[in-house]
């Protein structure tokens, strides 16, 4: 939505964008999805529902040109497609291949799950700002679903380190606090900032959280915290191991298991710890190097996720295989 300043009624009003080719940088103007809201003879008012890209979540204002503008729509809508298609495999994966079965995967789950709902949610209503009510509501999911996905990663860190200090525990009773962590913390975050400022939950731009009195900072905020808790957690874990290795070496496929899932979590912290670290630079400082780091990141992260923790993992690759060593199509690929 946005408003425009008139100096003459001579001509008509239009709504428009420009519109560019494929493969190309030229275009032409289009109204299509655009429509005039209001006009008299000083303002026009303009509602396209066209969608955005992940960058306008961090910016508190225009420093992206439309040519600009135009190729991280571009990049958003085809990672978004990308990330949806890689994080419904990984659910797949996780909730049904029943010899992978253990708390990670648990936990992979469940992560994978809050980041397919945000970005689901991102794909069909992050421009939906006609309604304020509405829009507002689209926000506080957003806010909640990639809050709980970072709760889910906390957790990963946790669970590591009680392996690592060989913490005895029942896992029902750390199964369902794992969920009351992971789901009500993010709720309470919400329902905290809302009671606090709800009228800072969706923008004239889009359904996300105002950049106005760093409100953003209540998702940024936690989001910090957790990164800052996971690291201080690896670090505490990495020593350990090392020190346990560099010793009598009793356990070696222990250790191993450790070290494996000490990868699979630094590198979930890295994809989601270094995009919106590139959120947070946008915000400080928006630039249009900063707005293509953090789309780019964003909008592939469930791919990067897949290949993580799914692909690259010699477990998972061994059920895919028993999964299509009998599907005539696919024996070819997989001998």
């Not at 890295?270 to 590139?278: A, D, E, M, R, V």
Request: net charge positive; proline share 1%; with cysteine.
């Amino acid at each position: 939505k946005m408003s425009l300043f008139q100096t003459t009624d001579k001509y008509r009003s239009q709504c428009a964008f420009w519109n560019y080719l494929p493969d190309t940088m030229n275009g032409s103007w289009s109204s299509e999805g655009c429509e005039l809201t209001y006009s008299n003879e000083t303002h026009t008012s303009c509602r396209c529902n066209h969608l955005t890209h992940f960058a306008i979540l961090m910016s508190s204002g225009s420093s992206i040109g439309i040519k600009d503008y135009n190729i991280l729509t571009r990049i958003t809508q085809l990672g978004i497609i990308i990330s949806l298609i890689c994080l419904a495999i990984c659910i797949f994966t996780f909730w049904f291949f029943s010899e992978i079965q253990s708390t990670r995967t648990t936990i992979h789950k469940n992560l994978c799950c809050s980041l397919f709902l945000a970005e689901l949610v991102f794909l069909v209503g992050i421009n939906t700002n006609t309604n304020k009510l509405f829009c507002s509501i689209i926000a506080g999911l957003l806010h909640y679903f990639f809050l709980a996905a970072f709760a889910w990663m906390c957790i990963e860190g946790i669970h590591l380190y009680l392996i690592v200090v060989g913490v005895i525990y029942n896992k029902g009773f750390l199964h369902k606090n794992f969920y009351i962590f992971g789901y009500l913390s993010p709720a309470v975050v919400v329902g905290f900032s809302a009671s606090l400022g709800y009228r800072y939950y969706g923008t004239t731009k889009v359904c996300w959280l105002s950049t106005e009195n760093n409100f953003i900072w209540s998702f940024i905020g936690p989001a910090c915290l957790i990164i800052l808790v996971n690291l201080l957690a690896f670090g505490v874990i990495i020593y350990k191991v090392f020190r346990h290795t560099a010793g009598l070496k009793p356990e070696v496929s222990c250790c191993e298991n450790i070290r494996s899932c000490a990868r699979g979590a630094l590198a979930l912290l890295f994809l989601l710890g270094t995009t919106w670290i590139f959120g947070v630079l946008h915000v400080v400082h928006a630039s249009v190097v900063t707005a293509y780091l953090f789309t780019v990141s964003n909008a592939f992260q469930g791919m990067f996720i897949f290949l993580f923790l799914c692909v690259l993992s010699r477990k998972i690759q061994e059920e895919y295989y028993r999964l299509f060593k009998n599907v005539p199509c696919c024996f070819g690929c997989l001998r």
